[in-house]
């Protein structure tokens, strides 16, 4: 069994060059939640070195958050190439992303994360402080900041090329 | 007449959603249980675990299997000797949902209008479904229904003479087109025949089926099994990270359809299939 790797964000190159797309890793520290209309808008905090999470999550009892999860990534590509010149290092979705990211996250050394979809619940655990950042009036759709601790995840694409979807299928693929 | 209050309908759809978005059904964790056993892919394995353990948080402590707790779909069978007194059916069944949503802290996941796209705030309207039946029940079903297995769904006009090979590959090319998108393993709802607008609601009512269920008809039930195992051949897997399980379940509806056309239509679902109903 393949170790788990522990990491924190903000990210920098030296991290994003150790992992590998399959990796499976526990990733802490601060990220931000932003999906379709928060990019469409702007993203509204300095890019550099951070971790976006594709995600809206439920509003919790007593805190921001309840059950969170992925959305999928690809109706965010239209945003990356901007985001990846000013510094974007990671980015946490579902699915797969256009050959464009994939070369473009290359390019700028950063690294697509995987989250399991409808696990919520489970998910919801690791966030430790959840506060809105800005947009608030798109509901579900806000963005907030988070401290996550010990947030599962799997290296989808890594910044040598690899891709995690690609090399799934070829192995397990009946012809 | 037998007479039924409209405020109980409000209740049980509220009541449904909730018991939907926190307590995953017994047939579909028992399918997931039964297809972990035949996954071999290491990641397709911690994906079948988060899965069982991700169902028991979410009973404990009452928090949505998924943070898309999705557009609330409603079904009701109205019998046809029942008359619905004190307040407007449809405007109870929303209001169910909107209670729902509200006190069971679901995610609000509508949008008024699909261009100006502002969210209604409270996730209605409901989409409503009613169909009349004999007798003098009122049957309701609940199904939230989620946003990326919705994105992954397709309908195609098939010539009349398209064989039954013809649409499995169809199929098969969707599910590995979409890949990840409609979190598999989850279960296929196919339509086939109809018009084009009642297809796809085939496709949908197949869903509503305990898992792994087959159709009553022999043929059908083939094609199911066939459907089935072609599209577990395409290596998708959980997450769509590679395995050997993409789909735990294809259920085909099929009806009558004009001479010259052959609807398919294949709704996905994902691994957080919410399905609960009740009688009144």
Do not use: W
Request: charged share 30%; net charge positive.
């Amino acid at each position: 069994m393949p170790e788990i790797k522990k990491i924190s964000a903000p990210l920098d190159d030296k991290a994003v060059a150790l992992l590998r797309a399959g990796d499976e890793v526990l990733l802490s520290g601060t990220i931000y939640t932003a999906r379709d209309a928060a990019h469409l808008k702007g993203i509204p905090f300095k890019v550099k070195g951070q971790v976006i999470f594709y995600a809206g999550p439920t509003p919790g009892k007593n805190s921001l958050v309840g059950s969170i999860g992925p959305t999928t990534s690809s109706r965010m590509d239209r945003f990356m190439p901007d985001l990846l010149k000013k510094g974007l290092k990671g980015t946490i979705g579902k699915g797969t992303r256009s050959e464009k990211v994939r070369q473009l996250l290359k390019k700028h050394k950063a690294v697509y994360f995987t989250a399991t979809g409808g696990v919520a619940a489970l998910m919801g655990k690791k966030i430790k402080k959840a506060e809105p950042l800005a947009y608030e009036e798109l509901g579900a759709e806000a963005v907030l900041k988070l401290e996550v601790s010990e947030l599962p995840l799997i290296v989808a694409y890594d910044a040598q090329g690899g891709d995690i979807f690609e090399q799934g299928r070829k192995k397990y693929e009946v012809k | 007449m037998r007479e039924i209050e409209a405020i109980k309908i409000k209740d049980a759809v509220r009541d449904l959603c909730l018991e939907a978005n926190f307590d995953l059904s017994p047939d579909m964790r028992s399918a997931l249980k039964n297809a972990s056993l035949k996954e071999s892919s290491l990641h397709g394995k911690r994906v079948f675990k988060e899965i069982e353990e991700n169902s028991e948080v979410a009973s404990k402590d009452k928090l949505p299997l998924c943070q898309d707790t999705g557009s609330a779909m409603v079904y009701l069978e109205l019998g046809q000797e029942v008359l619905i007194i004190g307040g407007d059916l449809k405007e109870s069944v929303n209001e169910g949902v909107r209670l729902a949503y509200d006190r069971g802290d679901l995610r609000k996941s509508i949008v008024s209008d699909p261009l100006i796209r502002k969210n209604s705030g409270d996730n209605t309207p409901a989409f409503i479904h009613i169909d009349i039946v004999p007798g003098d029940k009122v049957k309701i079903g609940v199904l939230p229904k989620g946003g990326g297995g919705e994105n992954s769904s397709a309908l195609k006009m098939f010539d009349p003479t398209a064989s039954r090979k013809e649409i499995t590959e169809f199929i098969v090319e969707r599910v590995k087109e979409s890949g990840p998108r409609a979190c598999p393993p989850g279960i296929l709802g196919i339509g086939i025949g109809g018009t084009f607008d009642t297809v796809a609601g085939l496709a949908k009512k197949a869903l509503l089926r305990p898992v792994g269920q087959q159709n009553s008809r022999a043929d059908i039930a083939n094609l199911e099994k066939e459907i089935l195992k072609e599209v577990n051949k395409s290596g998708v897997g959980p997450m769509g990270l590679g395995g050997k399980v993409t789909m735990l379940a294809a259920h085909v509806e099929t009806a009558p359809c004009h001479i010259a056309s052959l609807p398919v239509a294949v709704n996905f679902e994902c691994h957080a299939h919410r399905y609960k109903e009740k009688v009144l």
